[in-house]
Structures are given as structure tokens and as C-alpha cells.
């Protein structure tokens, strides 16, 4: 059952009443606005009825004055609610918080709002008849109410470089991420996110497929031991195997007795962990993980592992925010490169972590930067570079100032296309030092600039405030039932309403449509040209070809054909000869595609015809005030398929961008399949040619390329148009015409959430533009 409400019975001395509560789904959330009603119905018994009421006003009472105390804003700071405090004293880590932000003091009234307007809604819900055709699609905008939106900020850099104890740093959790010098570099991929279900730490292990283990442990017979993959590759036998590994067979090393401490691998299931404390939980995912130097273990199964998500409670900063800890990208497991290139791209924050010392010429953290996911490629829409180890010092702040300069620096000159699609406001620096966090030391802004990182992620939280959300969903589909009723009882009737609403949605769409059209046909104009231009790319593949032949040319050319055209060396910059080759139409669309589906947190595609799409409802409010809540739930369902279509749109710009090099992976495939097969005298010129053959006989790929791209920009058109046309036709529809249905009384509840909307109005007005 709940753990808190199981806690607040224990020590109310009510632990009889567990089996009720859990039974009937009382939660943290609900506990607080139980009505008299429902407690009658809870405990019919007259004495347990009196005990637990007196106790249940006796806790309101003790919030309500605790609200209102500074004490309890410094409680609330950083782990997100007094609770959270208490625990964290009972384990000794108790620390100096820092002081609260306006949006942190208000979050016990949004809490509180959300589960009110949660409490209403449900019983709406309850009373709704969904044998009718408004009543069920009234119950499935209920339904659509509940999201769990979600900012991803990925943290990059080498092993060693802080990210770890960042990370621990930012969240306030001293012990959660294993930190400390490494003995090995892994392909671990580390979510770290709210635990909104209970106030444990909790751990999800998600394992690669145990066909792709061995996969891995056949392609080791085929390397040389001077090779970067096999180096890798034994060094994740050694972990898993140890000694064992040597002079056995694939087969053998698949034996189902290698695996009985994680019978989970050969089920391809995920393991869980829980514990009660974030040092516990460090400990136990350690060998899941990376090991410590020093430590010892008698099989690490790090070498298995896809992913761990780690859910931490009472955090607020993690409340609408997942941190992704990411290692590089060089790991020759399949579903681990492609997870990896994945959450790339959907990262809108790039946090890269690199030793102040080195900052500017620390080769793995501008790595990132040239990978093609951060800019028109990924949904990044800022970038920050995070200069560790800030040592205190007397001259301190100088030196911060001369880091900053040098890496503002070296961005402007890494990647030219980079530094123009993010300004100055988009890519940031800043100088820290987890370590003085950790070890509970005040901490300044200038000198140590961790409460700005933590201002960042707050701010990011209150740009997907879930009570929001929910509260702006809620008031419109109050209206529309409210509305309707009294469209029922023979109030409202507005014919000419409707045929305003459809004349006016008619001409949005052709002005959305005219538009996706235009993009379309200027995409067209520039891929064209950058097909004709296809010779440049072909000068940079012979350029790579033509290098001086050597032992290590040639390796790496065999690691590159091996992995379909792309090979991260284990020292050195990736190479990818599809994007070489692709060039020609990237960068011929770059500066159109940056325009046309532009990262920033407004979303205006296509030159905002997307953000200006509306049915022009406020006129017809104010000459048809006896349909005004009806129109009322339109615009909120205009604001919500506008928040649909931009989520889309985020998603598929970055398929429709990526086509043109994966179309060209495809026509190529052929090509490397036929250098993966040469070998002995002469191998070299011998892959060189293929390659350069294959080239030249298949340049209608270009062609095919942009064609590719264009007819996934017209599904794209299809979809935004469809999805328009669809709902807002579908909602003007059961808004006024729907046959009667009985629909219950909700005027009690409008009135109860139009102030948490108007609030909410009014937040929108005030927020400063981006």
C-alpha cells in the first residue's frame, strides 16, 4: 500500500485500518481531502470513525501551520518536502539548504490544487454515462488529462570528470552515484528521475539481449588483439567471466550457470531493486554499474547492461526532469548504440562535464558536439558547458572568468553550424565544485555556481508544471459538461455558432497546409543543389581513403567497414563515412531546416503558423454569451492539440532530418559488405577501391536520399493537417450538436477551479518571454 499513509497509521496507532485503505486506493494524495462521506463509508464503526478523525484534522491542522513558517519553506528546499527532510536527518545527511525560490514555497498549495482538482475530476468521471457518445468522449478527456511530460538533460563526459558527483551535487543526495576515480570506462547508460510512487530508492536494470551477448562473444574470434573492439570486448569478458573466460567457447560462455545470480538476463526481463537509503542503493547497483577502484566482486555485470534508471524520492528538482548520465559513444553493442543515439536526440539540454584545468582542450567533451544529434539531428535547445573541480582559491573567480572566456572560445571554432544555431543565451558555461556541496560547505554563486544549475532545472520543472496542465484541461472539459447541461435543459441554442467555428477552422487549416507546402518546396530547391554538389562529398570520402597506408589506416578501415561505415576509435574523433558522404544535402538544407523547425521552447514550426492556429472563439464568446462554455472548452482544446502537434512535429523533424544520411547507410550497405569480405596481399587498396566503386555506380542515392526526405515531409503535412482537422471538428461537433444525454450538475466544481485557472492565466501573461 502507500508507504506514507501506511506510516501516518502506524503512527496514529491505527495500523488495524491498512488492509481498509489499501483496499479502497487511499494514498498520500487522497488522505488529505477525504470527506466526511468517505470516512463514514471507511469506518462504520463508530470509535475507529472518532480516533482517526481527530487525527486526520489534528495532521491538517499541523500542515496548515507549518505552510506558513519559514522553517517549513527551508525543509521544502531542495528535497522537496518536509518528509523528505526528516528522513534524510535519520541517515545522518542532514545539510544547509539553500533558500527556497518562490515556485519551491508555493509547491504544498500546487500540490494541493492538483489533488483537489484531481479529487473533482475523478468524481466527475464517476457520474459521467459513457453508453452515450458526449459521455464517452467526456470520460476519455478525463482520462487524457493524466501526463507525465518530461525534460531530458543528458550529462556528458569522459570518466573521472565529475559527472557522478555533479550530479549528486545538484539533486542533494551525497551517496547515490558511485564517484571516485574509475578502473573502467563502461557503456552504462544512468537515468536518474523522481520516484513519485512510494519514499524508497529505487533501481530498475534493463539488460541487452542475451542473442546480442552472443553475438559479442562470437565476434571476438574475429578481431585481432591489437584492435580497439577487442579490447573492449575482453575487457567486458573479463568482469563477467574472470579467468574463466580464457580457452572457452562461446557456447560454453552462455551456460545458464554464468547467469544465476541475474536469472532476469535469460528472460529478458528488468531487475529491480529498492532500498531505504541512496548510499544502500549505491552500493547494491555498483556491480551494475562500474567498479570502484579497489573494489572487488566476484562477477560485475556491467558488460550485460543497457540501461539503469534510478528513482529518487521527495526530490523536487527531479519532479518533470530525468538526468541522463551518458557515457561515450564508441560501444560496438548494437542496442546500446542505438539507445544511446536516441536519448541523444531527445535531449533538450546537453550538460557537457569536463575538468576545469582542461576544459577548453578536453577532446571527449567537444566530442558530443561534432556527433550531428545536438543541432538539427536532436531537440536540443541549449547547451551547457560545466567546468569541475573549481578548487577554492584566493584568485578563484579570476581563474573561472579565464575558463569561460577560453571555452566560449573554442565553441565558436569546433562547429561553425553549431554556433549558429545556439547564441550566447543558448550555450552557457559554468564553473563548479561538487565537492564543496557534498561536504556541506556554504556555497556563492560567483565562486561555485551549482545553485545556478539547480535555478536552471527548477526553472525547466515550472515550464511543465503539472498542476498546470491539468487544472487549464480540467476548467475546459467543466465547461463543456456544464455547457451542454444547459444546452439540455433548452439553453444555448446557437446554429450560427457552429458554422462560424468551421468556416473559421476551414481557413486555418489551408493557412497551415499552404504553409507545410511552401517548407516542403524549399527543401526541394535546396536538396537539389546539394545533389548536384554531391562531388564535394565524394572529395571527403577519397581524402579519408587516400590516407598514407599504414598498419593503423588499415585497422581502422577494417573497424569501419565492419560497423556499416561508422568507427569510434578508442582514441580519436568518431568516423563516419555516411555523413561524409550525406554532406552534400545537410548542409545544403541546415540553415532552411533551422528556421523551418527551430529547438526553442516556443515550438514556432513552420514560421508559427502552427502557435497561430485558432478558431477565433473570443469574438464569438462575447455575441453568443449563452454558448460561452462551450467555446470555452474549444479553446482549451485548441491549446491542446497545439501541444500534441508540436510534440509530433519535435519527434518526426528529427526522423525526416536523420533520413537523408540513413538512406545513404542503406545504399552503401552493399559496398561494405563487399570490403568486410577482403583480405591478405594488397587488402588495403583493395577495400579503398570497393568502396570508391561502389560510389561511383550508385550516385542516384543522393536522389534517393532526397526524395526520401521530401515524401516524409508530406506525411508530416498529412499528419499536422489530420490531427487539426480531426479533433477540433470532432470537439465543435459534440460541443453543439450531440444528442441530449443527462450530464450531472458541475457548477459547484466550476466554481472551485476557475480561480486555480485564472491563476494559471495570469502565471502565462507574467512569465517573461524566452
Not at 653 to 663: D, F, P, Q, R
Not at 665 to 675: C, I, L, T
Not at 688 to 703: A, I, K, Q
Request: aromatic content about 6%; overall charge neutral; some cysteine.
Amino acid at each position: 500500500m502507500d508507504e506514507f499513509v501506511k506510516n501516518k497509521l502506524l503512527e496514529w496507532q491505527l495500523s488495524e485500518l491498512e488492509e481498509r485503505f489499501e483496499a479502497n486506493k487511499v494514498t498520500e494524495e487522497s488522505l488529505f481531502f477525504l470527506t466526511e462521506n468517505d470516512i463514514t463509508e471507511l469506518l462504520p464503526e463508530v470509535g475507529l470513525r472518532a480516533r482517526f478523525r481527530h487525527r486526520l484534522e489534528q495532521f491538517k491542522n499541523e500542515q496548515n501551520k507549518r505552510q506558513e513558517t519559514p522553517e517549513f519553506y527551508a525543509q521544502v528546499s531542495l528535497s522537496g518536502s518536509s518528509k523528505g527532510k526528516r528522513q534524510s536527518d535519520l541517515h545522518g545527511e542532514s545539510s544547509e539548504r539553500q533558500p527556497p525560490t518562490k515556485r519551491q514555497r508555493d509547491s504544498v498549495k500546487e500540490t494541493r490544487i492538483l489533488s483537489e482538482v484531481k479529487h473533482i475530476m475523478k468524481e466527475v468521471k464517476d457520474h459521467i454515462n459513457d453508453k452515450e457518445q458526449l459521455g464517452a468522449f467526456i470520460k476519455n478527456k478525463i482520462s487524457d488529462l493524466e501526463t507525465d511530460k518530461r525534460e531530458l538533460v543528458g550529462v556528458f563526459g569522459r570518466t573521472g570528470a565529475g559527472k557522478s558527483s555533479l550530479i549528486n551535487a545538484i539533486i542533494n543526495e551525497m551517496n547515490l552515484l558511485p564517484t571516485g576515480p574509475t578502473s573502467a570506462c563502461t557503456t552504462v547508460m544512468i537515468k536518474v528521475e523522481a520516484n513519485t510512487r512510494s519514499s524508497k530508492y529505487e533501481a530498475e536494470i534493463e539488460f541487452i539481449k542475451k542473442e546480442e551477448w552472443d553475438d559479442e562473444l562470437w565476434s571476438l574470434k574475429k578481431l585481432k588483439e591489437a584492435d580497439d573492439d577487442y579490447q573492449s570486448l575482453d575487457e567486458k569478458l573479463s568482469a563477467l567471466y574472470g579467468e574463466e573466460r580464457k580457452d572457452k567457447s562461446p557456447e560454453t560462455l552462455m551456460e545458464p550457470k554464468y547467469f544465476k545470480n541475474i536469472p532476469e538476463f535469460l528472460k529478458s526481463k528488468k531487475k529491480s531493486l529498492e532500498c531505504d537509503t541512496a548510499q544502500e542503493l549505491s552500493q547494491r547497483l555498483c556491480i551494475y554499474t562500474k567498479p570502484e577502484d579497489g573494489k572487488r566482486a566476484h562477477q560485475w555485470f556491467w558488460p550485460l547492461v543497457k540501461c539503469v534508471t534510478v528513482r529518487v524520492p521527495h526530490n523536487e528538482l527531479l519532479q518533470h526532469v530525468t538526468l541522463m548520465d551518458l557515457p561515450g559513444n564508441g560501444d560496438c553493442n548494437k542496442s546500446r548504440s542505438e539507445m544511446w543515439k536516441q536519448i541523444v536526440g531527445d535531449c533538450s539540454t546537453v550538460w557537457i562535464v569536463a575538468e576545469i584545468k582542461r576544459a577548453a582542450s578536453e577532446t571527449d567533451a567537444w566530442e558530443i558536439l561534432k556527433s550531428g544529434l545536438i543541432g538539427n539531428g536532436g531537440q536540443c535547445q541549449q547547451i551547457h558547458f560545466i567546468c569541475s573541480m573549481s578548487d577554492p582559491a584566493d584568485d578563484r573567480v579570476t581563474k573561472n572568468k579565464e575558463a569561460k572566456e577560453k571555452v566560449m572560445n573554442k565553441f565558436h571554432t569546433v562547429n561553425k553550424t553549431l554556433s549558429e544555431q545556439f547564441s550566447d543565451k543558448d550555450f552557457k558555461v559554468f564553473t563548479v565544485s561538487a565537492q564543496e556541496v557534498l561536504k556541506r560547505k556554504r556555497v556563492k554563486d560567483d565562486d561555485n555556481e551549482i545553485p545556478k544549475l539547480q535555478d536552471f532545472l527548477q526553472n525547466l520543472n515550472e515550464c511543465h508544471s503539472e498542476t498546470d496542465i491539468y487544472v487549464t484541461g480540467a476548467y475546459g472539459i467543466l465547461s463543456l459538461i456544464e455547457g451542454a447541461r444547459c444546452r439540455n435543459e433548452g439553453v444555448g441554442k446557437a446554429d450560427g455558432v457552429c458554422e462560424a467555428l468551421e468556416k473559421n477552422m476551414t481557413e486555418q487549416l489551408d493557412q497551415v497546409k499552404k504553409a507545410v507546402e511552401k517548407a516542403i518546396k524549399d527543401f526541394e530547391q535546396c536538396l537539389t543543389e546539394g545533389v548536384k554538389n554531391s562531388q564535394t562529398s565524394e572529395e571527403k570520402l577519397k581524402t579519408f581513403l587516400d590516407s598514407d597506408g599504414n598498419t593503423i589506416v588499415f585497422k581502422q578501415l577494417q573497424a569501419v567497414v565492419r560497423k556499416n561505415g561508422i568507427h569510434k576509435p578508442k582514441n580519436g574523433e568518431e568516423i563516419n563515412l555516411n555523413t561524409m558522404l550525406a554532406s552534400c544535402l545537410t548542409d545544403s538544407i541546415d540553415k532552411k531546416f533551422r528556421k523551418t523547425f527551430p529547438n526553442d521552447v516556443k515550438s514556432r514550426y513552420f514560421n508559427g503558423v502552427i502557435s497561430r492556429f485558432s478558431l477565433d472563439t473570443k469574438p464569438l464568446i462575447q455575441e453568443n454569451l449563452d454558448v460561452k462554455l462551450q467555446l470555452i472548452f474549444l479553446q482549451t482544446e485548441e491549446e491542446r492539440i497545439k501541444a500534441k502537434l508540436n510534440k509530433i512535429i519535435l519527434k518526426e523533424k528529427k526522423v525526416i532530418y536523420n533520413s537523408l544520411t540513413e538512406t545513404i547507410m542503406e545504399s552503401m550497405q552493399k559496398g561494405y559488405d563487399a570490403a568486410k569480405k577482403i583480405s591478405g596481399k594488397d587488402a588495403l587498396e583493395n577495400m579503398r577501391n570497393t568502396l570508391e566503386t561502389h560510389v561511383s555506380s550508385n550516385r542516384n542515392m543522393y536522389e534517393n536520399a532526397k526524395k526520401t526526405m521530401l515524401e516524409k515531409m508530406d506525411e508530416l503535412k498529412t499528419t499536422i493537417c489530420k490531427e487539426l482537422k480531426e479533433t477540433m471538428e470532432h470537439s465543435i461537433k459534440l460541443s453543439f450538436k450531440a444528442d441530449v444525454c443527462l450530464l450531472p450538475d458541475v457548477s459547484e466544481h466550476l466554481k472551485t477551479v476557475q480561480p486555480f485557472y485564472d491563476e494559471v492565466k495570469k502565471r502565462e501573461r507574467e512569465m517573461p518571454a524566452q
